[in-house]
Every structure is written in C-alpha cells, then in structure tokens.
C-alpha cells in the first residue's frame, strides 16, 4: 500500500459541475484510484457516478461495501452512506452524520489519510460551510498532499476558503489546472510513512464506521463543551486540532464551529414556527369558543375575544421575527 496513491475529492453546493469539469480533464490512463464525497440529502437518486462515467474516460460507479479499491477507477459515496478507506478496500457505511451530512468529507479523507499517509492525496472543490477542513488538516498531519480549488472562482467559496484558513495547504488552483496536477502528483514516487497515526485519527474513523464511541475511547480525547448535540441533545465534547475547534457527542455525532451554529439557528427558526402554531391554533380555539358563550355569558366571551387578540399579537411578532431574519452565512441547503 505504501507504493500506491488514492486520491480523495469532497465536494458540495456547485459541486456536480465542478466534478464533471475536473473527470473530464483526467487522461484515459490516469491509473490512480479515486473517491468522491458529493454532499446529497438522503432521498437523492444517486446518480452522480452515472453523470461522471459519461463525462470522462474513467470508469465511474457507487461504491459497494468492502469492493476492492480499483486502478483507475472513480468510488461514488451513495447517498446517505459514509465511504470510508480500509487497506486495499472501501466501506459504505451509516455512521453518525458529520457535519449534517452522510455521506461527508471528513470520514473519507480521514480515513484515507490512516490508511495512505504520504500517498494520500486529498482535494477539496466548491461548497459552503466547511465540511472536509478537518479530514485536510488529518491529510497534511500524516503528510499526505492538499489540493483546494481556487475560492475566487468556485460556485461556493467557503469550503475551499476555510481549508485554506486552518490548513497549511499544498496547492491553491483553478479548478481546470487540478486534472494535470494530480497527473503530475500520483506519478511522483511516494515517501514511506513516517509518522504514526494519531489515536484521535484512528478513534473518529472507527466512528464513522459504526464503532460505539465510548467504546472506541473517544470520550477520554476530548473535553466536555458547555453545548449540545442538535441532533440527539447529548453533551458535546470540544476537540482542538491546531487553530480547527470541532465538537462530537457521544454518540458520534459531529460538527465545526459552522455546522454547529448553522443547526442551531435552524433549531431557533423551528422553534419559532412550533410556537407561531400553536399561538394561532389557541387564537382560532378562543375565537370559536367565545362565538359559543357569547349568547349566554358575554363577559366570558369578551375575555375569550381578549386573550385571542393577544395571542394573535404575539404570534404575529414571532411571525415577523421569522420572517425578516437576516439570513446566516452559516446556514446552507446543498
């Protein structure tokens, strides 16, 4: 293994196109293997490996649980699948989402930087927030090569931007300079392994395939944080990696700094509609039962009417509140 390259590519919003330009541009005897992370909701059809097998000269297919890694040959994540690197094979797996994403960036390029180190090469295209920041610093740790598409021309600059914030990256290129430079790059020889992987490393990729993290020791590298998992409400533990700050639950759930606020502030809107529901679903219940008592007890229906007034009042201020919200950098729908 030590002898051969894999290179790993993790893409978002913009990411289809970005994808199909940089396949297209790899030569039919491009023999390195590669695997691709595309962010998708779960119910996507999964048909970008079709999409890149018609654009390129290399064979394009999703990836099937502990399939061999084959020369020349592009691994699809399916969605709602991890795709993870093992020696000389790929896992499929339902991990813990990360990032709120499965299939996400980090699994794949942390895996792949335990099992390849210096033969890993790992390349991060358009997209928003900041899924793939840490599976590049876990590349560069185990001295693999980074590759990021130029954030002036991306679709989506902040995924590409925040590997270049926090990671000392290799090379910072247009997205059409990318295909000869992996050229150039797998075809270099690759240096042995000198650095052990880190147990975190080793942990958060036993995670992403399926390992209990209590189990796998996770809680014994990490520091309890004062926030909770918006997915399953545990506590999450604070992991800091250079100037990276991530957060896991104990259950393996995962986030940056910017997936986190981007699920709390979609816990605050949902929050928000929960009570404008319930406000307006007390004001049609008052209304329809002071018309009730209104021919027999016109005070009670006259408090009836009030406090229907009052909430109306307030689910109309909660309505207001949801709607002219300034929309967040940190939220996304890719």
Request: net charge negative; glycine share 8%; with cysteine.
């Amino acid at each position: 293994m030590a002898t051969r390259r894999i290179v790993v590519i993790g893409a978002s919003a913009g990411g289809i196109e970005a994808l199909r330009t940089l396949v297209g541009g790899l030569p039919p005897d491009f023999q390195t293997p590669i695997a691709v992370v595309l962010h998708m909701p779960p119910q996507a059809p999964g048909v970008l490996a079709e999409i890149l097998d018609r654009v390129g000269p290399l064979r394009a297919t999703n990836a099937v649980n502990s399939e061999r890694i084959q020369p020349g040959h592009i691994h699809v994540a399916p969605p709602d699948w991890h795709l993870v690197v093992e020696p000389g094979k790929l896992r499929v797996v339902k991990g813990p989402r990360e990032n709120r994403f499965r299939p996400a960036i980090d699994p794949l390029f942390r895996s792949a930087a335990q099992v390849y180190g210096p033969a890993a090469v790992g390349v991060l295209l358009t997209g928003s927030l900041d899924d793939g920041t840490a599976g590049m610093w876990a590349i560069k740790q185990l001295g693999g090569t980074t590759i990021v598409q130029d954030p002036a021309e991306a679709l989506f600059s902040s995924m590409p931007q925040s590997a270049i914030d926090h990671v000392q990256v290799d090379h910072v290129v247009p997205l059409a300079r990318i295909p000869p430079l992996l050229v150039e790059l797998t075809s270099l020889p690759v240096p042995e392994r000198t650095m052990p992987v880190p147990e975190l490393m080793n942990v958060e990729v036993k995670i992403a395939m399926e390992n209990n993290p209590i189990d796998a020791g996770f809680e014994r590298m990490a520091e309890p944080s004062r926030f909770a998992c918006p997915e399953c409400h545990g506590v999450l533990l604070q992991i800091k990696e250079g100037t990276l700050t991530r957060f896991r639950c104990h259950t393996g759930h995962a986030y940056s700094v910017a997936s986190l606020l981007a699920a709390i502030s979609e816990g605050i809107e949902e929050g928000l509609w929960i009570a404008i529901r319930a406000l307006e679903e007390g004001q049609l219940l008052m209304g329809r039962m002071a018309e009730h008592v209104r021919s027999h007890d016109a005070a009670e229906a006259q408090q009836l009417c009030d406090r229907a007034d009052e909430a109306k009042r307030h689910s109309d201020m909660l309505r207001k509140m949801v709607t002219q919200r300034v929309p967040s950098t940190t939220t996304t729908t890719d």
